[in-house]
C-alpha cells in the first residue's frame, strides 16, 4: 500500500502498543505519540496519512488538537477520534471541526480495520477532487465566474482570488491547473521565509497554490515579492487567495505595498455561498453522496423541507461549514431520511435578538455587507458573552481570521 503511514495518538500506553501490533500486522506504517504535543511537533514536520486522535489527553484534549490543525491549516489528512467516554456531542463537534469519523474504546478489531481503510481510500481525494468549479452551481453568478476564468485560463500573470473563507477560491485554483503537472499547495507559508525558490522547484512548469496571503508576516511577504520576480524562470502559474480586505491591510502598513500592486494587477472575486443559494440543494447532495460512496456515511437522503432548510442558511463558513454540516447530519441522523429538523439540531435554532435591519439601498454592496456582518457579529459575540472560541465555532471561521475581521469592522471586545 502506498499511503500507508497512521499516526496515533494516546496517552495510555496499553492502547497504544494494542493499535500499533493491530496495524503493523496489516502492513501499515506506524507512528506513535503519547501526547497532544508529540503529535503536534511530528505533524509539524510531516504529513501522515492518517491519525488516529484521543479525545481524553493531560496536556491538551483531541477537539482542541484538532482545532488546533483545522485553524493552521494542516488538516490536511484524515482523523479519527477515539473516546471511552464518547458522546454523540463530541462525535458531532469533531466531525465540524473536519474529523473523518469517530470510535468508541474499546474499539471492536473488524470496525478500526473497516474504519482505518476507509479514512485512508478518502484521505487519497482531498475534499476539492470531490468538488469541482463545475458542482459549484449553474446560477449566474457561477456562470460568470466560469468565463472570467475562462478568459485568463491560458495567462502566466499572477492571480489574486478574493472572497469568504470557504467560498471556493481552491476550487477555481484547481480548474485553472493543467493536468499532468505539478500542483503545490504548501500546509503553511514557512518556506516563503526560509527559502521560497524551493517551492518554485517543486512547482515547475505547474501551478503554486498560496492560501489566506492577508495572513503573512513580513519576512513571508519579503519572500513571496522575491518569489514573483522569479515566476518565468521556473514557468510556474501563482494564484494566491485571501479571505482579508489586503486594500485596506496595506493602507494600515500590514501588507507590503509593492506586493499588493503586484498582486491586485489580475484579481477575481469569488461569491459567498449565501450570494448563489440556488445552488446549495445540489450541492449538499453532491455531497452527501460523496460521503456514502466513501463510506463515511450511511445510505441516507435529504427530503425537500430539509434542503430547503439548508437552502436558507448564512453559511458563513461556506463551503467548509457546509461540506462538515452534511457530513455530520450524514453520521448522526437516525433515520435514511435527513429532515429539516434534523438540520435545524446542527445547525443551532436561531440567535435571540433583534432582527438585522435591511440596508438603505443607496450605498454599495460592500457597504451593506459591512453593515450586516458587524450586526451580525456584535449580536453573535453578545450571545456568546463574550467566549471568542465559541464565537468562532458559530461563525465558521478561525481565530486569526475572526480577530481580524472584527478589527476590520472596528468591533470592540469588552474587557472582562
Known amino acids: 500500500m502506498t499511503n500507508n503511514t497512521i499516526l496515533v495518538v494516546d496517552d495510555e500506553i496499553g492502547i497504544r502498543e494494542l493499535l500499533s501490533e493491530i496495524l503493523r500486522d496489516e502492513?501499515?506504517?506506524?507512528?506513535?505519540?503519547?501526547?497532544?504535543?508529540?503529535?503536534?511537533?511530528?505533524?509539524?514536520?510531516?504529513?501522515?496519512?492518517?491519525?488516529?486522535?484521543?479525545?481524553?489527553?493531560?496536556?491538551?484534549?483531541?477537539?482542541?488538537?484538532?482545532?488546533?490543525?483545522?485553524?493552521?491549516?494542516?488538516?490536511?489528512?484524515?482523523?479519527?477520534?477515539?473516546?471511552?467516554?464518547?458522546?454523540?456531542?463530541?462525535?458531532?463537534?469533531?466531525?465540524?471541526?473536519?474529523?473523518?469519523?469517530?470510535?468508541?474504546?474499546?474499539?471492536?478489531?473488524?470496525?478500526?480495520?473497516?474504519?482505518?481503510?476507509?479514512?485512508?481510500?478518502?484521505?487519497?481525494?482531498?475534499?476539492?477532487?470531490?468538488?469541482s468549479l463545475a458542482s459549484l452551481g449553474k446560477g449566474p453568478l457561477i456562470e460568470d465566474l466560469r468565463k472570467r476564468l475562462e478568459q485568463i485560463s491560458n495567462l502566466k500573470t499572477p492571480l489574486l482570488l478574493t472572497g469568504e473563507q470557504g467560498a471556493g477560491t481552491e476550487l477555481c485554483a484547481r480548474f485553472?491547473?493543467?493536468?499532468?503537472?505539478?500542483?503545490?499547495?504548501?500546509?503553511?507559508?514557512?518556506?516563503?521565509?526560509?527559502?521560497?525558490?524551493?517551492?518554485?522547484?517543486?512547482?515547475?512548469?505547474?501551478?503554486?497554490?498560496?492560501?489566506?496571503?492577508?495572513?503573512?508576516?513580513?519576512?513571508?511577504?519579503?519572500?513571496?515579492?522575491?518569489?514573483?520576480?522569479?515566476?518565468d524562470t521556473y514557468n510556474v502559474r501563482l494564484v494566491?487567495?485571501?479571505?482579508?480586505?489586503?486594500?485596506?491591510?496595506?493602507?494600515?502598513?500590514?501588507?507590503?505595498?509593492?506586493?499588493?500592486?503586484?498582486?491586485?494587477?489580475?484579481?477575481?472575486?469569488?461569491?459567498?455561498?449565501?450570494?448563489?443559494?440556488?445552488?446549495?440543494?445540489?450541492l449538499a447532495n453532491q455531497i452527501l453522496s460523496h460521503c456514502i460512496e466513501s463510506g463515511d456515511a450511511p445510505i441516507r437522503q435529504f427530503n425537500t423541507a430539509a434542503l430547503n432548510a439548508l437552502r436558507n442558511h448564512d453559511w458563513p463558513g461556506n463551503l467548509m461549514q457546509l461540506t462538515g454540516t452534511v457530513r455530520s447530519l450524514g453520521l448522526t441522523c437516525t433515520g435514511r431520511e435527513i429532515s429539516a429538523d434534523d438540520v435545524k439540531k446542527i445547525l443551532g435554532a436561531p440567535m435571540p435578538g433583534k432582527p438585522v435591519q435591511s440596508a438603505p439601498i443607496n450605498m454599495t454592496l460592500r457597504e451593506a455587507r459591512d453593515i450586516f456582518e458587524k450586526s451580525y457579529f456584535e449580536q453573535l459575540i453578545d450571545h456568546e458573552e463574550g467566549n471568542m472560541t465559541r464565537v468562532a465555532e458559530r461563525a465558521g471561521l478561525e481565530r486569526t481570521h475572526l480577530y481580524r475581521k472584527l478589527k476590520v469592522l472596528d468591533i470592540k471586545l469588552r474587557s472582562h
Not at 477515539?82 to 470496525?111: C, D, N, W
Open 240 to 282: 494566491c487567495a485571501s479571505s482579508l480586505p489586503l486594500a485596506q491591510l496595506t493602507a494600515q502598513g500590514e501588507f507590503e505595498p509593492k506586493l499588493y500592486e503586484i498582486l491586485s494587477g489580475l484579481c477575481i472575486n469569488v461569491p459567498a455561498l449565501k450570494e448563489h443559494k440556488e445552488d446549495i440543494p445540489e
Open 176 to 231: 485553472l491547473h493543467c493536468h499532468n503537472t505539478p500542483w503545490i499547495e504548501p500546509d503553511t507559508c514557512i518556506l516563503l521565509s526560509d527559502s521560497p525558490f524551493d517551492l518554485l522547484e517543486k512547482a515547475r512548469d505547474g501551478l503554486l497554490f498560496l492560501k489566506e496571503i492577508g495572513n503573512l508576516n513580513r519576512l513571508e511577504q519579503n519572500g513571496l515579492l522575491k518569489l514573483l520576480s522569479k515566476l
Open 27 to 131: 502492513g501499515y506504517h506506524v507512528t506513535l505519540a503519547e501526547s497532544a504535543e508529540q503529535a503536534r511537533i511530528w505533524r509539524n514536520k510531516s504529513r501522515p496519512d492518517l491519525v488516529l486522535l484521543d479525545i481524553w489527553m493531560p496536556d491538551t484534549d483531541g477537539v482542541t488538537l484538532l482545532k488546533e490543525w483545522a485553524s493552521n491549516g494542516l488538516l490536511t489528512m484524515p482523523v479519527v477520534v477515539m473516546s471511552g467516554h464518547g458522546t454523540i456531542a463530541t462525535a458531532v463537534e469533531a466531525t465540524r471541526i473536519g474529523a473523518f469519523g469517530y470510535l468508541e474504546k474499546p474499539v471492536p478489531l473488524q470496525m478500526l480495520l473497516n474504519t482505518v481503510a476507509q479514512a485512508l481510500r478518502a484521505g487519497q481525494s482531498k475534499f476539492p477532487s470531490t468538488l
